[in-house]
């Protein structure tokens, strides 16, 4: 396992990888939230295992909490956002490029965009 990679909102950590996916663990503190965001070469299936919070997807909105699940299809906008208590996801990424560059932020609450949409790593 890796170490956690420090972010504004909280951490994540690999937990595993191979041919076509890719597994982490996310914390996102109290009150912080991921930014809005989309992948070109992916797909995410989000598990909540603790915590409360926010999950959006394409303009839909769903309760976090633990037990909760939410796939996130390849070119989906979308975000993860922590309530009262931090928000733990295990997150199942599925793709032929699984970089961390292949985020495209739309939104960032912790000014990490260089004009209105940029590709960016991290």
Known sequence: M???VERPWGWFETLGSGEGYLVKR???HAGQRIS???HRHRLEHW????????????GEDVPASPGCTLLVPCGAI???S???EDLLIVEVQRGHDLREDDIERL???YQRIEGATARVVG
């Open 2 to 4: 890796a170490n956690p």
């Open 26 to 28: 996310l914390c996102i």
């Open 36 to 38: 809005l965001q989309r």
């Open 47 to 58: 598990v909540v295992v603790s915590g409360n919070g926010l999950l959006h997807c394409d």
């Open 78 to 80: 979308h975000r993860a």
């Open 82 to 84: 922590a309530g009262s």
């Open 107 to 109: 939104e960032d609450d």
